[in-house]
Structures are given as structure tokens and as C-alpha cells.
């Protein structure tokens, strides 16, 4: 069975970094994509970062030239750097892999970002 495990989170002042990383258990082959999505209370979650298998990247508009995702193919594991954090990005952030272009993927059970002076 295939277990997603973050780590990273925390509590961090405006202005400050933090890097989140998601190493997948259980499974052998290379994700097609990994993902960093985000939820606050009330809000549908949102998709932060993602990076494809060829190492292409997508950021939602927010977080570019901010937050760098990355991924080691070799220990399936993605990270999430994140830099000049600031009061918005404050949610609980959840990691989602995707063994195929098309069809189900899995989620990690999210790690708590606080952004708070």
C-alpha cells in the first residue's frame, strides 16, 4: 500500500522560509506527477506547485518566484521550498502523487503551515 509522508511544517514569521518535503512508501516506479496542494477552513483546496516526470513545473499565480517545488526520483520523494512566506499562506498543505497522467492518485494526510509574527 502506498503511504505519503510530509514533513516540514510549522509556525514561521512574515517573511520567513520554510521546506516541505513528501516522500512516497510502498511504491517502486516513478510518479508521473508530484503536487503540493493547500486548505484553509472554508476553502476548497487549491493547488500550489506541481512537477511533472520530465521536471516540468506549474505555480499558481500567488507563490511564483516564492516557492520552488523540486523532486528526487530516485528516493520518490518532492519538496516544497517556500521563501517570503507571508499571513495568506497560512493552510494545511498536502502532498499528492500521481502514478499516471489520467486516474487516482494519493494524498498525504497534509502538515499545518502557520505564517504568524
Known amino acids: 500500500q502506498v503511504q505519503l509522508v510530509e514533513s516540514g511544517g510549522g509556525l514561521v514569521q512574515p517573511g520567513g522560509s520554510l521546506r516541505l518535503s513528501c516522500a512516497a512508501r510502498g511504491y517502486s516506479g516513478k510518479f508521473y506527477r508530484m503536487a503540493w496542494f493547500r486548505q484553509t477552513t472554508g476553502s476548497q483546496r487549491e493547488l500550489v506547485a506541481s512537477?511533472?516526470?520530465?521536471?516540468?513545473?506549474v505555480y499558481t499565480d500567488s507563490v511564483k518566484g516564492r516557492f520552488t517545488i523540486s523532486r528526487d526520483n530516485a528516493q520518490n520523494t518532492v519538496y516544497l521550498q517556500m521563501e517570503s512566506l507571508n499571513i495568506e499562506d497560512t493552510a494545511f498543505y498536502y502532498c499528492n502523487f500521481a502514478p499516471w497522467a489520467a486516474g487516482g492518485s494519493y494524498w498525504g494526510r497534509g502538515t499545518q503551515v502557520t505564517v504568524s509574527s
Open positions: 512537477i511533472a516526470r520530465d521536471g516540468s513545473t
